[in-house]
């Protein structure tokens, strides 16, 4: 069993997605587990400040270190195991290899950290710091959610009609799925591979493979 707890301002921007679809079914067949810490809850003096001016000048805010550790701390202290993700436009590069290699029987904390930044000492207590790419966003929850559907997705189980091993046939060496059509067999005068109508399952395996994307 997988168990994200995503600690964040913004639950209300995340939740629903977990509430649909695939993960939602991932939950309910009791593969993946999602938890919510309010980092505003850790927040200090009387209006809950999570955030304050850099050090030497500049714009914006950053997140502090205290509510951040105290927010941390606190699911440590349930499960001190637990993995700690951190969304940042300086970390590694995400892609499906880094997906499948992340353990799934395993605990992550996913901090989403807001405004301008964070204090550069947050890092001290991460484990792993991902970017999504090479461009900014306005925070860690659409990276949190798209760390945790690209790895929930593989866990055996979780995606209907297919086996593990039709996954595993096309998933070795990162290929994307081949290219795929259903009814009708012409629309528009666009017509599905004839290969894939002859009912020739070795030749469909051979021209499947021959057509899979490379990530
Ligand atoms: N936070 C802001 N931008 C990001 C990015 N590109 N990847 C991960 N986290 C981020």
């Not at 679809?21 to 209006?47: C, I, Q, T, Y």
């Not at 605990?107 to 999504?132: A, F, M, N, Q």
Request: proline content about 7%; glycine content about 10%.
């Amino acid at each position: 069993m997988i168990k994200f707890t995503i600690i964040t301002l913004f639950r209300e921007a995340i939740e629903p997605y977990l509430k649909t679809s695939m993960m939602w079914k991932a939950v309910d067949k009791g593969l993946a587990e999602f938890d919510f810490v309010n980092l505003r809850d850790f927040g200090l003096g009387p209006h809950k400040s999570v955030d304050d001016t850099p050090y030497g000048g500049g714009d914006g805010m950053l997140l502090r270190c205290e509510p951040v550790f105290t927010a941390i701390e606190s699911v440590k202290a349930k499960d001190p195991e637990a993995k700690v993700i951190l969304p940042t436009p300086v970390g590694e590069i995400w892609n499906q290899k880094l997906a499948k290699e992340l353990p799934i029987d395993a605990h992550y904390i996913i901090l989403c950290p807001h405004y301008e930044g964070y204090d550069e000492r947050i890092l001290s207590i991460v484990d792993y710091k991902i970017s999504l790419g090479k461009y900014v966003l306005t925070g860690g929850e659409l990276p949190a959610l798209i760390i945790i559907d690209s790895v929930v997705r593989l866990i055996p189980g979780v995606l209907g009609g297919e086996t593990s091993a039709e996954i595993e046939s096309f998933s070795d060496g990162d290929n994307l799925e081949y290219p795929q059509y259903t009814k009708p067999a012409e629309f528009r005068g666009m017509e599905v591979p004839e290969i894939l109508l002859s009912g020739n399952h070795g030749e469909i395996d051979r021209w499947r493979k021959e057509h899979s994307g490379k990530l």
